[in-house]
């Protein structure tokens, strides 16, 4: 008898899984809590790098049943998506992605649909990175000057305050810096 597990990934500790537990469930499968996995890690690292998928590999059996919200839950990268769903395809593992209408993705129908899909999502992450770069090199071209504001303050200027019995919130408010720029210039000299 197969067994459904559901994976659920966010990128920061800021966003949520619940909505994917609650949009599987909707769909109409009743996945056991002891059968889903949520995960904090970034899609841009191999699936087969995350702790928490490297349990649900260690779990699921032949016949098992995958289910993912969406083909970026598993991955960013193309190539590494599609090496997932055919590692799990020859342990005999199904993978269904429900942004896909439901489709096994080891399927022949499913295996095309995930191939051109992770082509187009890798094509536009390389667009938006060309576009970057091409926005950086004009913005470089035309004199301006990139990357982090030089501080206004001196280590000298943090160091008078700190001598003068002020805290790190007070020296940031008197000189007008950010807290963490007075940290970086408080145990110096």
């Known amino acids: 008898m197969s067994r459904t597990f559901l994976y659920c990934r966010v990128s920061t500790a800021l966003q949520f899984t619940e909505n994917q537990v609650q949009e599987v469930k909707a769909a109409?499968?009743?996945v056991q809590a002891s059968r889903v996995v949520e995960e904090t890690i970034s899609g841009s690292v191999a699936a087969k790098e995350r702790p928490g998928f490297q349990k649900l590999l260690e779990r699921m059996?032949?016949?098992d049943v995958l289910i993912v919200t969406k083909l970026d839950r598993l991955g960013r990268n193309a190539m590494d998506v599609?090496?997932?769903v055919e590692h799990l395809a020859t342990v005999g593992v199904r993978v269904?992605?429900?942004?896909?209408?439901?489709?096994?993705?080891?399927?022949?129908?499913?295996?095309?649909?995930m191939q051109v899909l992770g082509a187009v999502a890798e094509f536009e992450r390389d667009l938006l990175i060309e576009r970057t770069q091409?926005?950086?090199?004009?913005?470089?071209?035309?004199?301006?000057?990139?990357?982090?504001?030089?501080?206004?303050?001196?280590?000298?200027d943090v160091l008078r305050c700190k001598a003068e019995d002020m805290t790190q919130a007070q020296t940031a408010k008197a000189l007008?810096?950010?807290?963490?720029t007075v940290k970086r210039h408080w145990?110096?000299?």
């Open 134 to 156: 091409a926005g950086l090199a004009r913005a470089k071209s035309e004199g301006k000057v990139l990357g982090r504001p030089e501080a206004i303050a001196t280590t000298k």
């Open 61 to 63: 059996e032949s016949g």
């Open 187 to 189: 145990n110096k000299g």
């Open 176 to 180: 007008s810096l950010g807290i963490a």
């Open 82 to 84: 599609r090496q997932t």
């Open 28 to 30: 109409g499968f009743d």
């Open 96 to 113: 269904h992605c429900l942004a896909l209408g439901g489709v096994d993705l080891t399927s022949a129908a499913g295996k095309m649909t």
